[in-house]
């Protein structure tokens, strides 16, 4: 059985830095990217960034290009969000994922057939 379980949100002040874990067990994931979702009260989930498991390749959204890193440990089976320069705006629950890639990449993905965590929720306070 397939489990995602994320780890390492809580509350920061604008400005400041958080690392959440994303710990993937039950399969390899050679195929598959992961990724970072995230939802803020009364909005749609958004892609935040996803990396793939095979290679590194790795993908963001605008608003957070330059700001968080996504990285992945391949002995671990864990992939990380490092979140700097925090605005409120970032505030949301994450989420993480794994989905196959198809032909089409990335980018193509819509990651409804994939496996999802239970979220972590982060706060930036101003």
């Known amino acids: 059985q397939v489990q995602l379980v994320e780890s390492g949100g809580g509350l920061v002040q604008v400005g400041g830095s958080l690392r959440l874990s994303c710990a993937a067990s039950g399969r390899t994931f050679n195929s598959y990217a992961m990724g970072w979702f995230r939802q803020a009260p009364g909005k749609e989930r958004e892609f935040v960034a996803a990396?793939?498991?095979?290679?590194?390749?790795?993908y963001y959204a605008d608003s957070v290009k330059g700001r968080f890193t996504i990285s992945r440990d391949n002995r671990k089976n864990t992939m990380y969000l490092q979140m700097n320069s925090l605005k409120p705006e970032d505030t949301a629950v994450y989420y993480c994922a794994a989905d196959r890639v198809p032909g089409g990449g990335v980018w193509t993905m819509d990651w409804g057939t994939g496996y999802w965590g239970q979220g972590t929720q982060v706060t930036v306070s101003s």
């Open positions: 990396i793939r498991w095979s290679g590194g390749s790795t």
